[in-house]
């Protein structure tokens, strides 16, 4: 890929990963290759998500001010900007499954962690605000929700913290709109929930450095992906099936939960 690099937010579809680096958008093929930059504007991107069937890349920039979510075809013109908020806590988190992009802001609140997702269509029409209250991540698998509890602070730039602001899950397993706390007895930091079958994938630093864990939705059968022992794994995201993210700079894959997690 781009030797040398410091490889941040990565995530993937079909044969593609996509990540941050130099401050741009970058696509790379999985297997190996060369890499390409998607964006060219050298300022601050993160999150870049590309859509379920492949077509489409959604992320965030500071090109024209504050954070923004813009998207693009991965063939078409350059993208176009979905929101106009304004708010410095304006980040992509996905898709839905309708085609609409996941964005989680506090714009229009009374503070930086009043962090509410939105489903903002495509064609620049109103942002639909998401019934999960506040929230920094959001991932819906069907009926099915889990979030992550607002969060101004990326856990490896705040390691080992067991404070009242920690990291926190919520499920919502049946769709029923009532949500659970996972972990209500660990202080540890839990972020970067996700939907992988019918598992919950995460971040933790349970063991003091943060590796990649999942469990069933109501919290059982525990078990541990990744043995990192130095430097946080960080930015996990998935396909539903496989689960990439960044550590110390570079890129690491697991192609489903019951492999052993390479450095790509």
């Not at 078409?76 to 499954?97: D, I, K, Y």
């Not at 540890?188 to 999942?214: E, K």
């Amino acid at each position: 890929m781009t030797t040398g690099a410091y490889l941040r937010f990565p995530h993937l579809c079909g044969d593609l990963v996509t990540f941050v680096a130099d401050d741009d958008v970058w696509l790379a093929p999985i297997a190996g290759g060369r890499a390409w930059r998607f964006t060219a504007d050298r300022t601050p991107v993160s999150n870049p998500r590309l859509s379920p069937d492949g077509a489409r890349i959604a992320w965030t920039s500071t090109r024209e001010g504050a954070p923004e979510a813009f998207a693009a075809e991965l063939d078409g013109p350059e993208g176009e900007r979905l929101t106009h908020w304004g708010s410095p806590s304006t980040q992509v988190r996905g898709w839905s499954a309708d085609g609409q992009v996941h964005v989680v802001s506090a714009a229009g609140q009374g503070g930086r962690t009043r962090t509410w997702a939105h489903a903002v269509p495509l064609d620049g029409g109103p942002a639909t605000r998401l019934p999960y209250g506040w929230v920094s991540e959001v991932a819906v698998s069907g009926d099915r929700v889990v979030t992550v509890s607002p969060m101004w602070r990326e856990p490896s730039q705040w390691k080992r913290y067991r404070g009242g602001t920690a990291g926190k899950i919520w499920i919502d397993a049946e769709g029923s709109g009532e949500f659970t706390r996972l972990f209500a007895d660990n202080p540890a930091q839990h972020w970067a929930a996700m939907w992988i079958g019918d598992r919950i994938a995460f971040l933790a630093d349970t063991d003091g450095i943060g590796n990649l864990y999942s469990t069933l939705p109501d919290g059982s059968d525990p078990r541990r992906h990744t043995g990192h022992e130095e430097f946080y794994a960080r930015h996990a995201t998935t396909d539903g099936e496989r689960i990439v993210y960044s550590h110390a700079g570079d890129l690491w894959l697991l192609e489903s939960l019951d492999a052993e997690p390479y450095r790509l």
